[in-house]
């Protein structure tokens, strides 16, 4: 069986893109065969207009340089210090030491461990040896960071830390970031896109905000589920007399009272049965379940005026 079979993927200069999917889908697969640590028994592979699949030995490596990686379980050298092991494919380069020392300083400031120079990885938290694993693979100045599960192995406070951290690195230094997750709050607090994999293929694909108010997949509902609550109105025992409306905005419409204005101007009424006001990335968004009560015509002519002022509206 072919661990991947028909993945199309573009990624877009200066992106955060997401990968998500159970264990096994083949994220980690998909990933390696970025900088070709897998390579693809058919098709090809380019990073920033070269294609890698065509390279001798020799040029890859020097292409893989300019790709970074970071990893769940951080991967460092345990007998070497901080400085070591984020100095550490600087080994290669023709650097003068000077030069290296300036480098990993640099590094040891974007990532916040000055002071921790001389630790050993088993003297730091894993929040810090992740920090290490960021300022080693970004050494060689790389325009791309590829990231397998870079926060799995550690608590919600140190991830939101850490994607942070991920968050500030792709805007001030322009890197591309493809992280692979199974994680739906890693996807919804970085991303800008994202796509679904399931049995080496890829289910579903879009922007994050889309991706997550209106899933296809029923694979990509469970993992939207595990940060936002699916409403079940019959399961939570609700027994509306009124019509019952799913309620999507996202952007400058989530500060408006929309909702409000627009019922007021008629006899109807409603009430909101659930709802999530929240933030994807840098957006806000919301997502209300709502009952209108009234006759048909005010319903009717509420959910057209909410459509026509941008909101999107489905009858449950
Ligand atoms: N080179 C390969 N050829 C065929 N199957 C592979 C190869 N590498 C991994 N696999 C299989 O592909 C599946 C996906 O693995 P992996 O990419 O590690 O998934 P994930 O990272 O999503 O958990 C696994 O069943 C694994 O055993
Ligand atoms: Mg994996």
Do not use: W
């Not at 697969?29 to 028994?41: D, F, G, I, K, Q």
Request: proline fraction near 3%; charged fraction near 25%.
């Amino acid at each position: 069986m072919d661990a991947l079979s028909d993945v199309n993927l573009t990624v877009e200069k200066g992106e955060i893109f997401g990968i998500i999917g159970h264990s096994g889908a083949g994220k980690s697969t998909l990933l390696r065969c970025v900088n070709l640590l897998e390579r693809p028994s058919l098709g090809s592979v380019s990073v920033g207009g070269h294609e890698l699949t065509i390279l001798s030995e020799k040029e890859l490596q020097q292409r893989r340089q300019k790709i970074g990686m970071i990893f769940q379980h951080f991967n460092l050298l345990s007998t070497a210090t901080v400085r070591d092991n984020i100095a550490f494919p600087l080994k290669m380069s023709t650097l003068s030491k000077e030069k290296v020392r300036r480098r990993v300083d640099e590094l040891l400031d974007l990532v916040g461990l000055r002071g921790h120079e001389q630790s050993y990885p088993a003297q730091l938290s894993g929040g810090q040896k992740q920090r290490v694993g960021i300022a080693r693979a970004l050494a060689n100045h790389p325009d791309v960071l590829l990231c397998d599960e870079a926060t799995s192995a550690l608590d919600p406070h140190t991830t939101e830390s850490i994607l942070t951290l991920l968050k500030d690195i792709n805007q001030k230094l322009g890197i591309t970031i493809l992280l692979i997750t199974h994680e739906m709050n890693v996807i919804r607090s970085i991303c800008d896109r994202v796509a679904v994999m399931e049995g080496g293929r890829i289910i579903e694909l879009g922007e994050v905000l889309e991706v997550f108010l209106n899933p296809h997949h029923k694979t990509t509902r469970d993992f939207v589920s595990q940060v936002a609550e699916t409403v079940d109105v019959q399961a939570q025992g609700l027994r509306p007399e009124g019509v019952v409306v799913r309620i999507n905005y996202q952007g400058d419409l989530a500060h408006e009272p929309i909702l409000f204005e627009t019922v007021k101007g008629t006899e109807a009424s409603f009430v909101i049965l659930q709802g999530t006001v929240s933030r994807m990335k840098d957006t806000p968004y919301g997502q209300l379940i709502v009952e209108l009560r009234g006759n048909s015509r005010d319903t009717s002519q509420i959910i057209e005026q909410l459509r026509h002022r941008g909101l999107d509206v489905s009858v449950l």
